[in-house]
């Protein structure tokens, strides 16, 4: 009898049942406000510098304002140009909305500094699936003296007509400046207008080139 009794005064003692998650018994989750671009870093302010070279800083003086002013009033960076050092700098400040922003910029500057047009560089502040790309003539090929500057000569053909048909084709901005050649644009446009510039280099005539770039634009528009 004994032994009845402490068996049922044990099972008495067992353990209670968890409440359940239906009944509200869970606090709420906490709601936390996004942080700041100088609060990721600790309150640290990020820079950026971009090297200016000889043959850009007057084009730089002209397009000043029109580079200053997305950057500053857009994406809330500060910019300034340092004279003796000959370079851009950029930096965050307290209300900088997103801390990539400040990358950016930079790869905005470093573009225009690469030849490009304010108008096709400021793409980069915007979209954020845009790449620039550059590689050199002797990569392709190693050529010298005239044999270089026939190369050279077929990438832009007669007044430029090469150069803008496989732009146009490719959605793609090209700056050839002497032997380097810097592209601007999404991965897979980037991809095609290198392959059109590099048969071209190898001595493939413009109008094979020409046909190739029309059944490869047809193909990507049909993806999109």
């Known amino acids: 009898m004994q032994s009845n009794e402490v068996s049922t005064s044990m099972d008495v003692e067992g353990v209670p049942p968890e409440p ?8 709420p989750k906490p709601l936390f406000e996004p942080l700041m671009a100088h609060e990721m870093s600790d309150g640290r302010v990020q820079f950026r510098k971009v090297n200016v070279p000889p043959h850009r800083y007057s084009p730089l003086k002209k397009a000043w304002m029109e580079i200053y002013t997305p950057i500053y009033d857009q994406m809330k960076i500060d910019v300034r140009m340092n004279l003796k050092a000959r370079r851009v700098e950029l930096k965050t400040r307290s209300d900088t909305p997103d801390v990539s922003n400040l990358q950016k ?36 090929k190693t050529l010298r003296g ?4 026939r190369a050279i000569g077929r990438l832009s ?34 991809r095609v207008a290198r392959d059109s510039l590099c048969s071209l280099i190898l001595g493939s005539p413009a109008g094979k ?13 049909e993806d999109f």
């Open 146 to 149: 005239e044999h270089l500057s």
């Open 209 to 221: 080139v020409y046909s190739k770039l029309r059944s490869v634009s047809a193909r990507l528009a």
């Open 157 to 190: 053909g007669k007044g430029g007509k090469t150069k803008f048909t496989i732009e146009n084709a490719t959605k793609t901005r090209i700056v050839i400046a002497d032997t380097k050649i810097h592209m601007l644009g999404s991965y897979r446009n980037i």
């Open 20 to 27: 359940s998650s239906k009944s509200g018994s869970l606090p």
């Open 105 to 140: 910029c930079a790869d905005f500057v470093h573009a225009f500094m690469l030849g490009f047009d304010v108008i096709d560089a400021i793409a980069l502040l915007r979209l954020d699936e845009l790449y620039v790309e550059s590689f050199e003539v002797k990569d392709v």
